[in-house]
């Protein structure tokens, strides 16, 4: 069994401010070392329940997040920034199943501790006029490739969140927002523990959850923070402008959607602020 998780940092148990998830910021060291715990906690699991490969995707900021020697010896990491796809980088169907661990819910959730889509400048995705995140953008990449995604640990609303969109998926809830930056979170070594049993369970039983199927043709929908962003990205071949802040774009290859939807976020990006 092939196994690929992509982690994140916002979602994980004792991490509620920027401060703690940023490079550069007071507390970033502190945010990196209980992000590899629970990495390392997943691939234990993982291990448990027979994976043969492991891939990690350091899938958060500048991507270089976890440091080589402290993450469990039998995973292949994936580093570095500038990932052509990202937060999916490097997953086909080679893979059997997919674990997400640190993950946060999408963009304007109440109580979602740190919630945003990829960045600050995506206020809204949708796909088939469906709202989404990065669960459910990242869910849907696996899925294109026949690839469950079977665990999900983070906050409580990303919890919440992907068991509306893949039934069945096995989750681990670090902490409970009581605010965007409040977090009342388990102790770390609690959501270790939950982890590891969670991923065991969840890969033992693979086979029972469905790849998250998409209809074509595959609408994307993007709202950005500001009207000289949708200026910038509207020249895009095959990108329509929908509103004053808002594009479309539609393809039948779902590769082709997450990548158009990198790209508007990366030409966006260079708007000055
Ligand atoms: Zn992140």
Sequence with gaps: MNVYISCDAEGVAGISDWEQCVPGQKDYKLGRELMV???????EGALVAGAKKIVVN???????????EELHPRALLLQGSEKPMSMVTGLDNSFDAVVFIGYHSMAGTSAGILSHTYTSIITEVRINGRQVGEPELNAMMAGWYGVPVVFLSGDESATKEIKKFVPGIVTVATKKGLGRKVALSLHPEEARRLIRRGVER???RY??????????????????????MADMVAVIPGVVRTGSRSVEYKHNDYTAIYGMFLTIMRVAGQVKR
Excluded: F, Q, Y
């Design 58 to 68: 350091d899938s958060h900021a500048t991507m270089i997040n976890l440091i080589p």
């Design 207 to 228: 086979k029972e959850i469905k790849p998250v199927r998409i209809k074509k043709p595959i609408k994307l929908s993007v709202e950005l923070w500001m009207v000289e």
């Design 37 to 43: 715990g629970e990495v390392n906690a997943g691939i």
């Design 202 to 204: 969840a890969l033992r």
